[in-house]
Nanobody, 119 residues
Framework: VQLVESGGGWVQPGGSLRLTCSASESILGIEEMRWHRETPGGQRKLVGR???????VYADAVKGRFTISRDNAKNQMYLKMNALKVEDTGVYYCNADPPIGKLADPDSWGQGTQVTVSS
């Protein structure tokens, strides 16, 4: 499965952005999808993960500000980011389990989209 992120950009502190992760094929058979953030210092950390709308887990740093969702019909996952802080700056990557039937395949990763939060 190929993943492509979009929606990154520059925003002032306190602003909002919505990232989209688009998959090249159906995500219906993908159990879990994730968003990661790579800081300017090179550390890549998990932002959150989603299985269903009832199973979404967030990193403590983004709880209450970020919302992850997925639309299996559109083969997309989203990251809505509110109340953005300077420390949210980084390259955001989406990542997905291999789909059912291809579980021996490696995880899929997108190429990343830059988010810059500054005044």
């Amino acid at each position: 499965v190929q993943l492509v992120e979009s929606g990154g950009g520059w925003v002032q502190p306190g602003g909002s952005l919505r990232l989209t992760c688009s998959a090249s094929e159906s995500i219906l058979g993908i159990e879990e999808m994730r968003w990661h953030r790579e800081t300017p210092g090179g550390q890549r950390k998990l932002v959150g993960r989603i299985r269903t709308e009832d199973f979404v887990v967030y990193a403590d740093a983004v709880k209450g500000r970020f919302t992850i969702s997925r639309d299996n019909a559109k083969n997309q996952m989203y990251l809505k980011m509110n109340a953005l802080k300077v420390e949210d700056t980084g390259v955001y990557y989406c990542n997905a389990d291999p789909p059912i039937g291809k579980l021996a395949d490696p995880d899929s990763w997108g190429q990343g989209t830059q988010v810059t939060v500054s005044s």
